[in-house]
């Protein structure tokens, strides 16, 4: 088994050390990782200036781009193989919910997916990486299951887990969950900078809206680590048939800002 892994926190960062070496006795796994912390980059692509690759300690590679840049080189020349499965993380804090839209650590999961290359995201809940052992531990069992139960080599998928801060035997089963639901982020931040320029940080993410049994924020606060499979099909197929009506007077060349000037 072939385990390709990144991360959007860097290569030097302890979730990806932790999940390196937890991974490193069951396949044959390589390092191809952000050089500084790319957190929320999501699926950003770097066009307009050139990306350099190093090695850094424990033979571990690194790129000046995102998450998804590393994954996108690896996958499209620099590699000489094929990996069964790509793993990211392991993440300083939740992907739950709204930040999974964001989140670097699955946009390199889902560049793998979108090459047809099965893959996860790992995060723990909580920020500081207390118990990453025991995250690293949890994931390298999951991604051992999936190898036990032949689900690398096909079709590909994408999972998203996230795991609570608690040593391994505090860890409640994994329970397959859907995405929560986030409430709008905090207000921005501004300041002033030495030369009386206003400055902007974007605010804080917002507490959990929906977090009802069934989400991911539900399972990881009763303990358990949350499993969510994952798609990048954005249609919304709910509402074709609404929007059929819509799309179908615009196909028509009706000027409607011209009937409503003649009433």
């Excluded at 079709?155 to 996230?162: E, F, K, R």
């Excluded at 397959?176 to 902007?200: D, F, K, N, W």
Aim: charged share 20%; glycine share 10%; net charge negative.
């Amino acid at each position: 088994m072939k385990i390709l892994i990144s991360n959007d926190d860097g290569f030097q960062a302890p979730g990806i050390i932790a999940l390196h070496a937890a991974l490193r006795d069951i396949a044959e796994v390589e390092v191809i990782a952000p050089e500084h912390n790319n957190s929320a980059k999501s699926n950003a692509l770097t066009l307009h200036s050139p990306l350099y690759l190093h090695q850094g300690a424990r033979g571990f590679r690194y790129v000046n781009g995102t998450p998804a840049d590393c994954m996108h080189i690896a996958l499209t020349g620099l590699l000489d193989y094929r990996p069964d499965l790509v793993v990211s993380g392991i993440n300083n804090g939740a992907n739950m919910g709204d930040d999974t839209i964001y989140s670097g650590t699955v946009g390199a999961a889902m560049e793998a997916y979108l090459f047809g290359i099965p893959a996860i995201a790992f995060s723990q809940v909580e920020r500081g990486w207390a118990e990453i052992e025991a995250a690293a531990a949890k994931a390298r069992e999951i991604v051992q299951s999936m190898a036990d139960q032949r689900l690398l080599g096909g079709d590909p998928w994408l999972l998203n887990v996230n795991i609570p801060n608690r040593p391994l035997d505090q860890l409640k089963p994994v329970r397959l969950c859907r995405l929560g639901r986030r409430h709008a982020a905090e207000r921005v931040i501004t300041q002033s900078s030495p030369r009386g320029e206003t400055m902007y940080w974007i605010g804080g993410a917002g507490l959990a809206k929906d977090d009802s049994e069934g989400t991911d924020f539900h399972a990881t606060a009763q303990g358990h680590v949350a499993m969510t499979p994952l798609k990048v099909d954005l249609t919304d197929h709910d509402n074709l048939g609404q929007w059929a009506q819509t799309a179908s007077r615009i196909a028509g060349g009706v000027d409607m800002a011209a009937v409503a000037g003649q009433g």
